[in-house]
Nanobody, 128 residues
Framework: QLQLVESGGGLVQPGGSLRLSCAAS????????VGWFRQAPVKEREGVSC????????YDTDSVKGRFTTSRDSAKNTVFLQMNSLKPEDTAVYYC?????????????????????WGQGTQGTVSS
């Protein structure tokens, strides 16, 4: 059974940092592109940061460029999202997803591909 589990969410003040984890079981995450998506209340889900299966290519949406970084840890079968300089508008439920195809990171984040597995989400709240 393919499963993704996110962790690392929480409450942080503006300007602070959070590191989200996306751990896979039942499959090898290195064989898949992985994307981070978020959904805030009354807003549509948006792709935040996506990384290719090789890890060589990443795409970050404009609002998080220079602040968020996605990386892989093959030994832990995990993908991380490091979020720095957080703003209140970053508050959302964050989900990770895996896609089996050789997709472009832009297309995956833009929602062109449904993903073969999704996590249950982790809440990140930025507030003073």
């Amino acid at each position: 059974q393919l499963q993704l589990v996110e962790s690392g969410g929480g409450l942080v003040q503006p300007g602070g940092s959070l590191r989200l984890s996306c751990a896979a079981s039942g499959f090898t995450l290195d064989d898949y592109a992985v994307g981070w998506f978020r959904q805030a209340p009354v807003k549509e889900r948006e792709g935040v940061s996506c990384i290719s299966s090789s890890g060589d290519t990443t795409y970050d949406t404009d609002s998080v460029k220079g602040r968020f970084t996605t990386s892989r840890d093959s030994a832990k079968n995990t993908v991380f999202l490091q979020m720095n300089s957080l703003k209140p508008e970053d508050t959302a439920v964050y989900y990770c997803a895996a896609e089996a195809l050789e997709v472009s990171t832009y297309q995956f984040c833009a929602g062109y591909h449904a993903g073969i597995a999704w996590g249950q989400g982790t809440q990140g709240t930025v507030s003073s």
